[in-house]
């Protein structure tokens, strides 16, 4: 009885009001799980359009008789279709999804317009071909800081790459002619870092900044492939809006073979168009 007595948590009344904010707990705990999140992110967004660039375009296979390669090219803009997603977990955490790819045939003249030059005794003779198809899928997961308007996110993930390069050109070697054909494919996954910053002006105007790296080092397919991008997203209905942006990409990848190195380096810069959904 000393015992009771002494417990302050012992009276009814007070079991009562324990019960009644217990209650209080879990009936506000889904709440504050599932509470808004900053009007900077949606819990799920889709998004369709294209990236308008214009490339400068830079290529060279070694071979047993040599190495070829191309000047610096501006081969006039390419269009690229283009699909990102993103679905927020809680308030601070999610998963981002982006897709492109980069498909481009070069057909030059190699003689009088430089197009193509050599090393040591190698040529090219007439035409040539180059023709370069690049995937490119990247998934992260981002954590996002901050619960205003503005938020800051760091991602990390992984993306998957894959690239097709054909080359086919005559060669002098040595005062002779032979036929260079040589056809390079390959994919890899390479670990993916990302930065990005959202800010709501209202809950229909928002302003976002991101900045990704992709880099794999070693192996018989390598490179690296920069990403930096900036933008408006404009919603005139809740649900349906549309995103402006402007980008640059660096992409620098070889593939070595037993019989020859292909080398591609891209430089995208251009504005992209998309339509999004948001849920």
Request: hydrophobic share 45%.
């Given at each position: 009885?000393?015992?009771?007595?002494?417990?302050?948590?012992?009276?009814?009344?007070?079991?009562?009001?324990?019960?009644?904010?217990?209650?209080?707990?879990?009936?506000?705990?889904?709440?504050?799980?599932?509470?808004?999140?900053?009007?900077?992110?949606?819990?799920?967004?889709?998004?369709?359009?294209?990236?308008?660039?214009?490339?400068?375009?830079?290529?060279?296979?070694?071979?047993?008789?040599?190495?070829?390669?191309?000047?610096?090219?501006?081969?006039?803009?390419?269009?690229?279709?283009?699909?990102?997603?993103?679905?927020?977990?809680?308030?601070?955490?999610?998963?981002?999804?982006?897709?492109?790819?980069?498909?481009?045939?070069?057909f030059?003249?190699?003689?009088?317009?430089?197009?193509f030059?050599?090393?040591?005794?190698?040529?090219?003779?007439?035409?040539?071909?180059?023709?370069?198809?690049?995937?490119?899928?990247?998934l992260?997961y981002?954590w996002?800081?901050?619960?205003?308007?503005?938020?800051?996110?760091?991602?990390?993930?992984?993306?998957?790459?894959?690239?097709?390069?054909?080359?086919?050109?005559?060669?002098?070697?040595?005062?002779?002619?032979?036929?260079?054909?040589?056809?390079?494919?390959?994919?890899?996954v390479?670990?993916?870092?990302?930065?990005?910053?959202?800010?709501?002006?209202?809950?229909?105007?928002?302003?976002f900044?991101?900045?990704?790296?992709?880099?794999?080092?070693?192996?018989?397919?390598?490179?690296?492939?920069?990403?930096?991008?900036?933008?408006?997203?404009?919603f005139?209905?809740?649900?349906?809006?549309?995103?402006?942006?402007?980008?640059?990409?660096?992409?620098?990848?070889?593939?070595?073979?037993?019989?020859?190195?292909?080398?591609?380096?891209?430089?995208?810069?251009?504005?992209?168009?998309?339509?999004?959904?948001?849920?």
């Amino acid at each position: 009885m000393l015992l009771l007595r002494s417990c302050p948590l012992a009276g009814p009344a007070r079991l009562t009001k324990l019960g009644a904010l217990a209650g209080a707990g879990f009936l506000l705990a889904p709440a504050l799980a599932w509470a808004e999140p900053s009007p900077a992110l949606d819990r799920f967004s889709f998004s369709a359009g294209a990236f308008s660039a214009d490339p400068k375009f830079n290529a060279s296979v070694s071979s047993p008789y040599g190495a070829l390669r191309t000047r610096d090219l501006e081969p006039g803009r390419v269009t690229m279709p283009r699909i990102t997603a993103d679905l927020l977990i809680g308030d601070s955490h999610g998963l981002s999804f982006d897709y492109y790819r980069y498909k481009r045939d070069y057909f030059g003249q190699a003689a009088g317009s430089d197009s193509f030059g050599g090393f040591g005794t190698l040529s090219a003779v007439g035409n040539a071909n180059i023709n370069v198809k690049l995937d490119f899928a990247k998934l992260s997961y981002k954590w996002w800081l901050g619960s205003g308007n503005t938020v800051f996110g760091l991602g990390a993930g992984a993306a998957y790459y894959s690239i097709d390069v054909g080359t086919n050109a005559n060669v002098a070697v040595n005062g002779r002619i032979r036929t260079l054909n040589e056809d390079a494919s390959d994919n890899a996954v390479a670990p993916l870092l990302e930065l990005g910053v959202r800010h709501a002006i209202n809950p229909d105007l928002r302003l976002f900044a991101d900045l990704s790296g992709v880099r794999k080092g070693g192996g018989r397919f390598h490179g690296n492939i920069y990403n930096a991008s900036a933008g408006v997203e404009w919603f005139p209905v809740k649900n349906v809006g549309l995103v402006l942006a402007y980008g640059v990409t660096n992409i620098d990848l070889a593939r070595q073979s037993s019989t020859a190195e292909t080398r591609v380096k891209v430089k995208l810069h251009g504005p992209s168009a998309f339509l999004k959904a948001r849920f």
